[in-house]
Structure formats: structure tokens, C-alpha cells
């Protein structure tokens, strides 16, 4: 049973970096039946797809974030994580980490970013 | 890239049925999926490649498409199918996943 969980900073500063983690159980994060991905939400407001990666290293960013994105994993702690550079108040959101491509399934439950001084 | 219209929201009685739709280019290009997010819950998502149910997700659950349009029908509404719902798709042109503005359900 794949179950996936966030954590890091719940506050960053203006202009600074958000890194996130997902931890991966009940599968290898090595596995190639999965892709992994960020989704974020700002409060009251829809989804919006960050990007994905392969197992091999293949990842897919959303053009509008593309810059300043990157996701990557690490195979010894059976995790993938999820940086964004110089973050703005626009990037308060809550944070998901999902399996698969395009059927998104599972979802973490969620970790709520705010960007503030 | 541009979201997916929905309607902004759908009342239903319970035991009625609720009809919510997603509109865009790209919902007839590809295969559209469909999330429930309950109140202060992650999204969970209850029909994939159009009309396919999930494990574990009601029958009163349906989607369906016609051209550009994803159709998510729930037959026999109950409370507790009250939340937000989103749909998505894949955009070729900008090589990314796009979600509909969302729906909110409200089982009156």
C-alpha cells in the first residue's frame, strides 16, 4: 500500500528557497511503475502541477515555474524531494507530493508553506 | 497555462444526481481525470482515463466525454460526497498537467 508524506520549513522568507521532502512507503522510490510529483494549492484556491520525475531521472516541470524548479530523489532514503528558488508571497500554498503520471494516486496529506518575513 | 472551466458550483438533494462538467482543448486531446477533495482533506481522485474507477470508489460514481467536454456524474448523491472537485488533463502544447477551476458540491 503506497502512502507518501511531506516535511520541511512551514515559513520561508521572501526570495529565498522552499525545499520539501516526500517520503515514500510501502514501494521503492527506485520503482518504474511510478513517476513522483509536487502539486501545490494556495489557500481557498484550485490545484496547479509543479512537475514530475521518472525513476531514471527524467523530470517534467510546469513551464510557468520551470526556472526555478527542481526535483530530484534520493534512492538511500527512499524519498524524492521538491526545491523552488527566490519564493514570493504567491508561492504560499499548501504543498502535495503524488505518485504516478497523469492519475495522480496516491496524495500526501499536505504541508502548508506560507512565505513571509 | 490556462485552467479548465467548471462551474463554480452544483447543489443537489440527496439522493439526486449531480452533474459537473469540465470544459477545454485539451480535454479532447486526452484523457481527463477527475479529483473529490473533502474540507480540509487531500484530493483524492475517483475516475481516471474518463470513465475508469479507482479501487475503492463508489459506483455512484461516472465520468464520461464528449468532444471537449468531461462530464463527472454522481448518481445517488450522499452528504458525505460534499467537497470541492477538480478536474485535469495534459496540455502537448505546453508539455504540463492542467486542472479545472474547480467545482463545490453542496449536498442540500
Known amino acids: 500500500h503506497l502512502q507518501l508524506q511531506e516535511s520541511g520549513p512551514g515559513l520561508v522568507k521572501p526570495s529565498e528557497t522552499l525545499s520539501l521532502t516526500c517520503a515514500v512507503s510501502g514501494d521503492s522510490v527506485s520503482s518504474t511503475s511510478f513517476y513522483w510529483g509536487w502539486i501545490r494549492q494556495p489557500p481557498g484556491k484550485g490545484l496547479e502541477w509543479i512537475g514530475s520525475i521518472y525513476y531514471g531521472g527524467t523530470t517534467y516541470y510546469n513551464p510557468s515555474l520551470k526556472s526555478r524548479v527542481t526535483i530530484f530523489v534520493d534512492t538511500s532514503k527512499n524519498q524524492f524531494s521538491l526545491n523552488l528558488t527566490s519564493v514570493t508571497a504567491a508561492d504560499t500554498a499548501v504543498y502535495y507530493c503524488?505518485?504516478?503520471?497523469?492519475?495522480?494516486?496516491?496524495w500526501g496529506q499536505g504541508t502548508l508553506v506560507t512565505v513571509a518575513s | 497555462s490556462s485552467d479548465l472551466t467548471q462551474p463554480p458550483s452544483v447543489s443537489v438533494s440527496p439522493g439526486q444526481t449531480a452533474t459537473i462538467t469540465c470544459s477545454g482543448n485539451?480535454?479532447?486531446?486526452?484523457?481527463a481525470s477527475w479529483y473529490q477533495q473533502r474540507p480540509g482533506q487531500s484530493p483524492e481522485m475517483v475516475i481516471y482515463q474518463d470513465k475508469q474507477r479507482p479501487s475503492g470508489i463508489p459506483g455512484r460514481f461516472s465520468g464520461s466525454k464528449s468532444g471537449n467536454t468531461a462530464t463527472l456524474t454522481i448518481t445517488g448523491t450522499q452528504a458525505m460526497d460534499e467537497g470541492d472537485y477538480f478536474c485535469q488533463a495534459w496540455n502537448s502544447d505546453t508539455v504540463s498537467f492542467v486542472f479545472g477551476t474547480g467545482t463545490k458540491v453542496t449536498v442540500l
Open positions: 503524488v505518485a504516478r503520471w497523469g492519475t495522480f494516486d496516491p
Open positions: 485539451e480535454v479532447g486531446k486526452t484523457f
